[in-house]
T-cell receptor, first 112, second 112 residues
């Protein structure tokens, strides 16, 4: 079945540090890939997405590139801020499927 | 824009009690979902619906029931609450042809 594996947390960084959160997936077809973010006490919000191979999703300084050859969708940001502290979830949805499949989430804490 | 609205935000139940978690969306989405989020475990799909009158089980349906009498509403019913159902519950919705989902703010349920 489809699955998403993302790096274990928690991740703690200083402000302005570079962020990478790894995400790899297993899928039988050609899924759409997502990063969702969950700020403390809130629901999940879509951060960025990519719907086909080599697409790059970007938003709020975050980027991720859909790599079919390595089945990966790693999240990066060049300079994190305290306000980026949140839990980040990688997810996939197969074309034609009703279901989103989530990774376990990675908690990021950014210290001033 | 209300989006996806869940009520209540918090609830404490005694073992064996029942309750209904409410979810409504005003985006005319035909797909709706219920997830539970346990610490360090990501999101697990409980039930989903692809349209009014149609529901199906997700990964962890035991102990829950759903109905979908209208496009807007997708309530989740717990009949005999157990401590294992202590969790944060999220409702989500999406267009059938849109890959991303929109989430409510969650219901934090404690069963004691």
């Amino acid at each position: 079945g489809n699955s998403v594996t993302q790096m274990e947390g928690p991740v703690t960084l200083s402000e302005e540090a570079f962020l990478t959160i790894n995400c790899t997936y297993t899928a039988t077809g050609y899924p759409s890939l997502f990063w969702y973010v969950q700020y403390p006490g809130e629901g999940l919000q879509l951060l960025l997405k990519a719907t086909k191979a080599d697409d790059k999703g970007s938003n709020k300084g975050f980027e991720a590139t859909y790599r079919k050859e390595t089945t990966s969708f790693h999240l990066e940001k060049g300079s994190v801020q305290v306000s980026d502290s949140a839990v980040y979830f990688c997810a996939l949805r197969e074309g034609g499927s009703e279901k989103l499949v989530f990774g376990k989430g990675t908690k990021l804490t950014v210290n001033p | 824009n209300a989006g996806v609205t869940q009520t209540p935000k918090f609830r404490i139940l005694k073992i064996g009690q029942s309750m209904t978690l409410q979810c409504t969306q005003d985006m005319n989405h035909n797909y709706m979902y219920w997830y539970r989020q346990d610490p360090g475990m990501g999101l697990k799909l409980i039930y989903y619906s692809v349209g009014a009158g149609i529901t199906d089980k997700g990964e962890v349906p035991n102990g829950y029931n759903v109905s979908r009498s209208t496009t807007e509403d997708f309530p989740l019913r717990l009949e005999l609450a157990a401590p294992s159902q202590t969790s944060v519950y999220f409702c989500a919705s999406s267009y059938s042809r849109g890959p991303e989902a929109f989430f409510g703010q969650g219901t934090r349920l404690t069963v004691v």
